[in-house]
């Protein structure tokens, strides 16, 4: 699980990779996940496989996974969030989000994170949004976490 985790929009894989150090927050605006302690990566391949309308289990691999900077002995790195999920986040109602943030947070509490649906509703939202700004630009949407 990560401590540190903030969705961002960035112009390129490097560009993104730059803030594996230090967190995107100094350099773009971020949807900071507080302290919401999750695996980011598990989640954005959840929430891109709930809104697809694909079941299943809610986890995949980390090949899944565009990494713009490969995670360090620190726990720091950066990876892109799938387009297929960014377009659903893009199309998605705020009932949408209410509905993947219900199945989502009791698969998370199980492994132990202490989250609402509310919390959940609010981050995912805040992506959403994230997602809409970064439409129609060359900026790509990334994760940034660190332990």
């Known amino acids: 699980m990560s401590r540190y985790i903030e969705f961002f929009a960035a112009p390129s894989d490097a560009a993104a990779a730059a803030v594996r150090n230090s967190g995107a927050a100094e350099r773009y605006a971020v949807v900071d996940a507080g302290d919401i302690y999750f695996c980011a990566d598990d989640a ?87 997602a809409r700004a970064a439409a129609g630009t060359e900026n790509r949407l990334y994760c940034w976490v660190a332990r």
């Not at 360090?72 to 109602?93: H, K, Q, R, T, W």
């Not at 509905?99 to 609402?116: K, L, M």
């Open 44 to 130: 954005v391949i959840a929430w891109r496989n709930l809104l697809a309308g694909r079941a299943g289990p809610l986890v995949s691999g980390q090949d899944d996974l565009h990494m713009a900077a490969d995670f360090v002995n620190d726990g720091s790195a950066v990876f892109a969030l799938p387009d297929e999920l960014v377009v659903d986040l893009i199309e998605a109602s705020p009932v949408r989000l209410r509905e993947v943030a219900e199945v989502w947070v009791p698969a998370v509490v199980a492994d132990g994170t202490e989250i609402d649906v509310e919390t959940a509703v609010v981050l995912m939202s805040g992506i959403a949004e994230l």
